[in-house]
């Protein structure tokens, strides 16, 4: 699970350009996101045993991701919810269960 995170980040990395950019909409962002680098994410799922403390590492660097898509700073105190509904994204665990 640690590798995945890893990896997802080096994908997501590349890409600062496009998230930093205000030309871009957010849903234009998040099929950037969606395409790119939620597949390298969610890579072999189907065969995880998910487990609280693993679900939780991986939303973690989820919710970053997408508080950087949408250049919500820690420090704004944005609840969670209000971040993935900006986003148009679910946690990650109701992503993978559908």
């Not at 990395?13 to 395409?35: E, G, H």
């Not at 189907?46 to 420090?75: A, P």
């Not at 609840?79 to 148009?88: D, I, K, P, S, T």
Request: aromatic share 10%.
């Amino acid at each position: 699970m640690d590798v995945r995170n890893v990896r997802a980040l080096a994908a997501f990395r590349p890409f600062q350009d496009i998230w930093a950019s205000p030309k871009l909409s957010n849903k234009q962002k998040m099929d950037v996101y969606c395409t790119f680098v939620l597949p390298i994410f969610l890579y072999g799922c189907e065969m995880w045993t998910w487990t609280e403390v693993q679900v939780g590492r991986l939303e973690v660097t989820h919710i970053d991701c997408l508080r950087r898509i949408v250049g919500v700073k820690l420090t704004d105190c944005q609840r969670l919810e209000n971040v993935r509904e900006q986003c148009g994204m679910s946690s990650l665990e109701l992503t993978v269960r559908s």
